[in-house]
């Protein structure tokens, strides 16, 4: 159960809501943040997907660049120099034959190697002190909250 307890926090970077649900803030409190974000913080296969919807005058110009920024994440995002994120796949959504696609426009798969790294990654609201977090992804979200709708971001959290 607690492999999904980002699934709330992450989704409240985008809109800037300090919201988590009980689960997460009980972890986030019993554990003592330089462990919650160390690298060997819970090892094994993270899976992070994060979709976006954007507000309808998005441009296609500022939708590319939320896309490339995004994967240039993989390169830029780094903890003691080092790149941490393992892979980041992405895509446009390719319409939703069940008609469950829910407007989304892009879709991410962010793959770490401990729950340490995708903590460390997250950041706010989870971790608030900016000495345990990537202050790289921290500047994408606040690049990325204004264009999304409002619920416009969309992160599921997975042990594979």
Same mark, same amino acid.
């Given at each position: 159960?607690? @492999?999904? @307890?980002?699934?709330?926090?992450?989704?409240?970077?985008?809109?800037?809501? %300090?919201?988590?649900?009980?689960?997460?803030?009980?972890?986030?409190?019993?554990?003592?943040?330089?462990?919650?974000?160390?690298?060997?913080?819970?090892?094994?296969?993270?899976?992070?997907?994060?979709?976006?919807?954007?507000?309808?005058?998005?441009?296609?110009?500022?939708?590319?660049?939320?896309?490339?920024?995004?994967?240039?994440?993989?390169?830029?995002?780094?903890?003691?120099?080092? %790149?941490? @994120?393992?892979?980041?796949?992405? $895509?446009?959504?390719?319409?939703?034959?069940?008609?469950?696609?829910?407007?989304?426009?892009?879709?991410?798969?962010?793959?770490?190697?401990?729950? $340490?790294?995708?903590?460390?990654?997250?950041?706010?609201?989870?971790?608030?002190?900016?000495?345990?977090? !990537?202050?790289?992804?921290?500047?994408?979200?606040?690049?990325?909250?204004?264009?999304?709708?409002?619920?416009?971001?969309?992160?599921? !959290?997975?042990?594979?």
């Amino acid at each position: 159960m607690r @492999i999904f @307890i980002f699934i709330i926090t992450s989704l409240t970077f985008i809109t800037n809501m %300090p919201v988590m649900n009980s689960q997460a803030q009980n972890l986030v409190s019993s554990t003592h943040t330089a462990e919650f974000t160390a690298p060997d913080f819970k090892t094994g296969t993270i899976q992070h997907i994060v979709l976006f919807r954007y507000k309808p005058e998005v441009t296609g110009e500022q939708r590319k660049e939320v896309f490339d920024r995004f994967l240039q994440l993989k390169d830029k995002a780094k903890r003691d120099g080092k %790149p941490y @994120i393992v892979s980041i796949k992405a $895509g446009a959504q390719n319409t939703s034959l069940e008609g469950a696609g829910q407007n989304f426009d892009q879709a991410f798969i962010v793959e770490f190697r401990s729950e $340490g790294d995708r903590n460390y990654y997250v950041g706010t609201p989870a971790v608030t002190d900016p000495a345990f977090y !990537d202050p790289a992804h921290q500047k994408f979200k606040t690049f990325v909250g204004p264009l999304l709708e409002e619920n416009g971001a969309l992160v599921y !959290d997975f042990l594979s």
